[in-house]
């Protein structure tokens, strides 16, 4: 018999081809409950698909006694207790590298079209309010910027390459400095009030919610757009709309939010703020490599009893064999 997967993300065809010719895929959606779900294949599942979004609950994993590898469909994985998950002697996987230059991208499309007020704009002209009430007022240049990267990983050193092409200022905030361009600034909120925009890619998570608040939103000050292309946890969303709301901070470009697919009436109906559905990633291709790489890593388990892209605080734990029970 086939090994179980249990698919709790959504596939796309070419996935479900090669992962069902190696296991028996168990969706979690038609399924009639945890209890049912447990007595009916718990014992035999020995993979998870996810996301960073939907995870695994701690409680499910607990319960799978053979399970072996979270397979996650994206480079964040804040909704997997990896801690959880090490001490079941369970690798956790995920997607980097492959989407790095589309969401790279975004977070530029995303600034850009803030600070040169696109949307008002577009719809200015759509309106027909141009020929009779003249040109709109002008706007921030996009050229000579400071720009601030709050995290500086592969994504956020992929975002300081395409600033660059805008001859920007890059600074940057992490955990620690890296050995790429651009200045290290350990204070953030000392590097929020250098920048003229202030760029989020830091996974998201406890450690990092509300890193955003109201003193790095009012240090990034009225002139300043802040750009969100990480987790709507990580800014703190109503601070940020009492700054939008009051002048404290001059724009902002969203492509994140903190209950998700929910967005306050208030950012939407505010004309200095771009909001995107979380689309970071959502290109064709981009979402094809993913997808590709999550089967590699499900199938690389099965051949070899390895993963190609375990996350990094699993990086030197291997899968346990199929059948080897907790």
């Known amino acids: 018999m086939k090994p179980k997967l249990l698919v709790v993300a959504p596939t796309t065809d070419a996935m479900t081809s090669r992962l069902g010719k190696a296991f028996e895929m168990i969706p979690l959606s038609a399924t009639d409950g945890e209890d049912a779900l447990l007595a009916a294949h ?3 599942i020995v993979a998870v698909l996810t996301d960073g979004h ?37 690798v956790v ?13 975004c977070a530029i499309l995303l600034w850009m079209a803030t600070a040169r007020r696109l949307v008002p704009n577009d719809a200015y002209v759509r309106a027909g309010r141009w020929p009779i009430e003249g040109n709109t007022g002008l706007t921030d240049p996009i050229q000579n910027r400071t ?44 590097m929020a009030a250098r920048s003229d925009v202030l760029i989020v890619i830091t996974p998201g998570g406890p450690a990092t919610r509300h890193l955003i608040n ?4 009012a240090a990034l000050g009225p002139q300043g757009i802040l750009v969100n292309i990480a987790r709507g946890s990580v800014v703190d969303e109503a601070a940020l709309i009492a700054a939008l709301t009051d002048g404290t901070l001059g724009g902002a470009g969203l492509d994140v939010f ?9 950012l939407i109906a505010m004309d200095n703020v771009v909001l995107t559905p979380h689309i970071g990633s959502a290109t064709t291709a981009t979402r094809a490599a993913m997808g590709a790489l999550v089967c590699d890593n499900l199938l690389s388990y099965l051949e070899h009893g390895t993963v190609l892209t375990p996350v990094p605080e699993h990086s ?7 059948g080897e029970s907790v």
Request: charged residues 20%.
């Open 54 to 90: 939907l995870g695994l609950a701690p409680n499910l994993m607990a319960q799978l006694p053979n399970l072996a590898v979270i397979a996650a469909n994206g480079v964040g994985y804040d909704a997997i207790d990896v801690g959880a998950a090490a001490d079941q002697g369970v």
């Open 147 to 190: 720009v601030g990267i709050v995290g500086y990983g592969r994504i956020g050193q992929t975002i300081a390459r395409r600033a660059a092409a805008f001859d920007a200022e890059i600074l940057y905030h992490a955990r620690s400095a890296k050995d790429a361009p651009g200045e290290f600034c350990p204070d953030l909120v000392e």
């Open 258 to 266: 903190e209950n998700e697919p929910q967005v306050p009436a208030a």
């Open 316 to 322: 030197d734990l291997k899968p346990r064999p199929i």
């Open 42 to 44: 718990g014992d035999r």
């Open 214 to 217: 109201v003193d790095v939103l």
């Open 93 to 105: 996987t995920h997607t980097p590298d492959v989407l790095n230059d589309e969401v790279a991208n």
